[in-house]
Nanobody
Framework: QEHFVESGGGLVQPGGSLRLSCQASGFTLGNYAVGWFRQAPGRARAGIGCISSKDIYYIDSVKGRFTISRDNAKNTVYLQMNNLKPEDTAVYYC??????????????????WGQGTQVAVSS
């Protein structure tokens, strides 16, 4: 069954860094677009960025701090997070909309969800 497997989360101090991985399972990443999402306690799941074969998009609050990249040979997409803030605390997920990063700020229309990986930013 096709899905993603997220990993790399953990506890980090404010200002610290983490790199999350999102590995495709049961299918080949190829030219699929992949979106990153997060869900903080008590809040709805929301998109933070998306990478296709041609473009990369970010929401304003993570621009300059987060970087999305992909390694198709490893069937994996990455989310490098720098200068982390307490408000970045959430469970992070990845999913695909198909081949185009449509409406990447919303989880609607995205599939192959994984179980997520927890990121906690606290001193």
């Amino acid at each position: 069954q096709e899905h993603f497997v997220e990993s790399g989360g953990g506890l980090v101090q404010p200002g610290g860094s983490l790199r999350l991985s999102c590995q495709a399972s049961g299918f080949t990443l190829g030219n699929y677009a992949v979106g990153w999402f997060r869900q903080a306690p008590g809040r709805a799941r929301a998109g933070i960025g998306c990478i296709s074969s041609k473009d990369i998009y970010y929401i304003d609050s993570v621009k300059g701090r987060f970087t999305i990249s992909r390694d198709n040979a490893k069937n994996t997409v990455y989310l490098q997070m720098n200068n982390l803030k307490p408000e970045d605390t959430a469970v992070y997920y990845c999913a695909t909309p198909g081949h185009v990063c449509a409406n990447f700020w919303s989880p609607g229309g995205y599939g192959y969800w994984g179980q997520g990986t927890q990121v906690a930013v606290s001193s």
